[in-house]
């Protein structure tokens, strides 16, 4: 069973964002353009989201809009989730 998104959260920021303030962070609604985010590290982040989804399944249904913050990243996830646990 996938972890919860408040684990999966903690290793965003452990592997991605360990540079920066978590609230700047959560605060942010752009972080692409806040500079969080830069083509890497949205792989790295897809690849954390993976870990748990199943590989390829986030890097597959991904768009650019699911990484903009934190809450779409969030939504992105249980999205993702909630389709894998039910084609189960």
């Known amino acids: 069973m996938p972890a919860d998104w408040d684990e999966v959260r903690q290793r965003l920021f452990d592997r991605v964002f360990y540079a920066f303030d978590e609230r700047d962070v959560e605060a942010s609604q752009d972080l692409h353009a806040d500079g969080f985010l830069d083509s890497l590290a949205v ?9 748990e989804l199943g590989e390829g399944v986030a890097v597959e249904q991904a768009r650019v ?15 993702l989730r909630d389709r894998g646990e039910s084609a189960q």
């Open 43 to 51: 792989l790295v982040t897809l690849g954390v989201l993976d870990e």
């Open 65 to 79: 809009s699911d990484t903009a913050s934190m809450a779409t990243l969030r939504e992105l996830y249980l999205r």
